[in-house]
């Protein structure tokens, strides 16, 4: 069984467009993440959800809004992409335990934008 | 300076070799060290943590921490081909974020 998911795996699109990305996590964590990773494999914070309170909302243009509709759901959605946009993007999930961090990944969506 | 320091590589060894992979930091207020392994087109999966300095062994891996020197290691011994991956150093300030390195690409050749 999958602990976290993301769909589409896949997501090639033209500039200007809006497009979402789905994250489960199956895992009963209170902790939901979207990372960035750029072609350079450097992996950036984005935001960070915690029974669905934005915690953490890093330098990230506007354009982009999460949305946690329940613990086990985070969902990313981008608008008017940029083909700076162009990125792998991940979801991870933790157990709010207020110390350590073990974080689960998913496998990253790829998204191009042309 | 940059937060984390790491040669991304590419590490070339041959299979049985000790791998040796290292990360600076400049943080004081890093409270966790992490070693996260990356398959090709794959997500993180966590490999060691520890959160003083010294030593910490598992298996094939040891990591290692000097906060005094603000320097993370990460020793693969008898390396195998399938440990060819990138393996990304990663802190955690208690913040609810990692910060992690560029990661290091490690081929180890059969």
């Known amino acids: 069984d999958t602990a976290v998911s993301q769909t589409p795996k896949y997501l090639v699109t033209q500039m200007g467009n809006d497009k979402s990305i789905k994250c489960e996590q199956n895992?009963?964590?209170?902790?939901m993440y979207w990372y960035k990773q750029d072609s350079k494999k450097f992996l950036k914070i984005m935001f960070s959800?915690?029974?669905?309170?934005?915690?953490i909302n890093e330098t990230v243009p506007n354009r982009f809004s999460p949305k946690s509709p329940d613990k086990a759901h985070l969902n990313l959605h981008i608008n008017s992409l940029e083909l700076g946009d162009s990125a792998v993007y991940f979801c991870?999930?933790?157990?709010?335990?207020?110390?350590?961090?073990?974080?689960?990944f998913g496998p990253g969506t790829r998204l191009l934008v042309l | 300076q940059k937060e984390v320091e790491q040669d991304p590589g590419p590490l070339s060894v041959p299979e049985g070799a000790i791998v040796s992979l290292n990360c600076t930091y400049s943080?004081?207020?890093?409270?966790?060290f992490m070693w996260y392994r990356q398959y090709s087109r794959k997500g993180p999966e966590l490999l060691m943590y520890?959160?003083?300095?010294g030593n910490k062994e598992d298996g094939r891996f040891t990591a290692q921490v000097d906060k005094s020197s603000k320097y993370i290691s990460l020793f693969i011994r008898d390396s195998q081909p399938s440990d060819s991956a990138t393996y990304l150093c990663a802190f955690y300030t208690g913040r609810r974020a990692l910060t992690f390195g560029s990661g290091t690409r490690l081929q180890v050749q059969p």
């Open positions: 895992l009963g964590h209170d902790t």
């Open positions: 959800y915690n029974n669905k309170e934005l915690i």
């Open positions: 991870a999930s933790s157990q709010d335990s207020g110390m350590e961090e073990t974080q689960y």
């Open positions: 943080n004081s207020a890093f409270q966790y």
């Open positions: 520890t959160y003083s300095s």
